[in-house]
């Protein structure tokens, strides 16, 4: 079955055709050109009306949506997440789970496990953030469930639904022994949530880690006597950093400092979304704790630590290119390209002959018009 997208701006990593088609078959791209081409007998033409055609967008941290949360256990829930996640062009999504109890975390990925991803977007794993975090550094995650890092916890969890990340704090009870034993397990691991300095984050470095999750929110800042985890995100090139671009995170000085000095290629956009995202100002949960969204923002009722977001990462996209100055077709690598290299999901990112066809379509403004999951029309606004 072929699908032909004719009438769009084609905008992929170091790419941009004022005008383009884009031939699909199979749920993958066989052709791209630029102008028209013919559509073979009996496929369907999507007519995109000069909307901007970009690879869809890939959120490797994400709690929630729509007023639900993955850490609910509830599988409903989940699949509302996953296809909600579509109206912000995400097409790969991994879901992110909290520092809460064994059981709970079993609970949760059992629910995504029931997911058919016939409807939303990609799951090809899950993201672990925490429980092995460091809880001074705990931030927004419940200090009651922080706990050392076990190897065992996480396979007994990838029993239950593939774990594709783990992010935890490195200086934590034989932190680098547990990057080595992930990468074996075939995880990719995470620092955040910790108080490193340099010196572990290079032991840890040196022993496999290329990640850092919301590069600059807890974690060791930048210092002329210790570089700690945002120097070495800095300082280190091939080390993928996780930005929350909201401009409240990050502010728009920092996001063009990290675009400048690592590249986009080495920048991962991403939301941290809770379940407050798309939904009204009011009182939500995080994890058991309390929080207060008001104007976007969420943070704990109690402290007012920031807890999670409520960005969408067309959004996010949207505030880069404007605050970067920087063209889409630079841009565009931190949005699906470089997610992808860092899990190793090397058939997407790109709209090029042979990857998938996971494609947005969004509008001047970077409003999502359609999103395409393996050439399949699952979003229209």
């Not at 783990?166 to 074996?184: C, K, P, Q, S, Y």
């Not at 490193?196 to 470095?205: E, G």
């Not at 210092?223 to 300082?235: E, F, P, S, T, Y």
């Not at 409520?310 to 100055?325: M, P, R, Y």
């Amino acid at each position: 079955m072929y699908t032909l997208i004719t009438g769009c701006r084609l905008v992929s990593p170091g790419v941009d055709m004022p005008e383009a088609s884009i031939l699909i078959c199979d749920g993958k791209i066989v052709q791209v050109a630029a102008g028209k081409i013919s559509a073979p007998a009996g496929a369907e033409v999507i007519d995109a009306q000069g909307t901007t055609a970009v690879p869809g967008f890939i959120d490797v941290h994400c709690h929630g949506r729509n007023s639900y949360d993955f850490c609910d256990g509830d599988a409903a829930g989940s699949a509302a997440i996953a296809v909600n996640k579509l109206a912000e062009g995400v097409t790969t999504l991994l879901p992110t789970t909290l520092t809460v109890s064994e059981t709970e975390l079993a609970d949760s990925l059992s629910a995504i496990a029931a997911y058919d991803q016939k409807s939303g977007c990609r799951i090809p794993g899950v993201h672990l953030e925490g429980p092995f975090i460091n809880v001074k550094c705990a931030g927004a995650q419940n200090p009651e469930f922080v706990r050392v890092p076990d190897a065992a916890e996480v396979a007994r969890l990838n029993a239950v639904f593939p774990v594709a990340k783990i992010t935890f704090a490195i200086e934590e009870a034989n932190g680098v022994d547990f990057v080595a034993e992930m990468l074996n397990a075939g995880i990719v691991p995470s620092c955040t949530h910790s108080a490193a300095k340099y010196s572990v984050f290079k032991a840890a470095y040196d022993t496999g880690l290329r990640n850092l999750s919301h590069f600059c929110n807890q974690m060791t800042p930048l210092h002329h006597r210790d570089i700690g985890l945002v120097g070495a995100g800095l300082l280190h090139k091939d080390v993928f950093a996780e930005l929350i671009c909201d401009k409240l995170h990050i502010c728009p000085d920092m996001i063009k400092l990290v675009f400048q000095t690592k590249g986009a290629d080495h920048v991962v956009l991403i939301t941290d979304a809770m379940r407050a995202a798309a939904m009204p100002d009011g009182e939500y949960s995080l994890g058991g704790l309390p929080v207060l969204v008001a104007d976007g923002a969420a943070r704990l009722k109690e402290g007012g630590a920031l807890a999670g977001s409520t960005l969408q990462l067309a959004t996010a996209f949207k505030n880069v290119c404007e605050v970067t100055g920087l063209p889409m077709s630079e841009v565009v690598r931190s949005t699906s390209a470089s997610a992808a290299k860092s899990l190793g999901l090397l058939d997407r990112g790109y709209l090029l002959p042979g990857y998938l066809a996971d494609i947005v379509l969004l509008d001047k403004d970077f409003n999502v018009q359609k999103t395409l999951v393996g050439g399949e029309v699952r979003y229209t606004r």
